[in-house]
């Protein structure tokens, strides 16, 4: 029958591993890392400030996109359940290039809900569930939020020499949220279902 040991087991400290460390800040955000890219750091960091406020606006219609992948009812349940969490997903992808450019220019990326709180312009929804025509204008105000200030923070990046942020913020951030948009304000179309109607006729609510 084995023994139970009661003595205390040496200690290999060369292969313990060094945790339960204070975490000690290195960069606080808001302060700038000069970073060898042929910018002015002041052009670098303007670029970092526009880019927080537009990943902060990200971060929060991703989880609005979420939410309502999960909350969505009604006839259009499954396609807009699936188009939802498509949208979700192109969101989360541009979450990740805005914030990796922001520490690529020197600076510090949000990254925590409560922090992304703080600086978005985008509305608190409910918690609970909304119908379908609120969850979608409620989309489609957040997504107009973030084209205008992209494309203010795209023209002053150019300005500035920051083709980097421009590109950025055209080719993927505008051109993303603009083909969002149709995709969801073509949901509160009144379209027919089965039988046309006749000239100047509306379809039924
Ligand atoms: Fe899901």
């Not at 080719?171 to 009144?190: C, D, G, M, P, Y």
Request: glycine share 6%; hydrophobic share 40%.
């Amino acid at each position: 029958m084995a023994t139970t040991t009661t003595t205390t087991p040496a200690r290999a400290t060369q292969a313990q591993p060094q945790d339960r460390q204070a975490g000690r800040e290195i960069q606080p955000f808001g302060t700038m890392t000069r970073m060898p890219l042929g910018l002015d750091e002041r052009t670098c960091a303007a670029s970092a400030e526009a880019l927080t406020q537009v990943l902060a606006d990200t971060i929060t219609i991703r989880d609005l996109y979420l939410k309502h992948h999960w909350q969505v009812g009604g006839p259009t349940f499954y396609e807009l359940h699936l188009l939802f969490e498509k949208h979700y997903k192109e969101q989360a992808e541009l979450a990740d290039a805005i914030a990796e450019r922001i520490q690529l220019l020197g600076g510090v990326s949000l990254a925590m809900g409560h922090d992304v709180a703080e600086v978005t312009q985008i509305p608190r929804p409910p918690r609970g569930r909304e119908d379908v025509p609120a969850q979608v204008s409620r989309l489609l105000a957040a997504h107009e939020m973030i084209l205008r200030q992209s494309r203010l923070s795209a023209r002053e990046a150019a300005e500035a020499g920051d083709d980097g942020t421009n590109d950025l913020l055209v080719s993927e951030v505008v051109r993303t949220n603009e083909k969002q948009v149709w995709f969801i304000a073509e949901h509160l179309v009144r379209m027919r279902l089965v039988e046309s109607g006749q000239d100047g006729e509306t379809a039924p609510a």
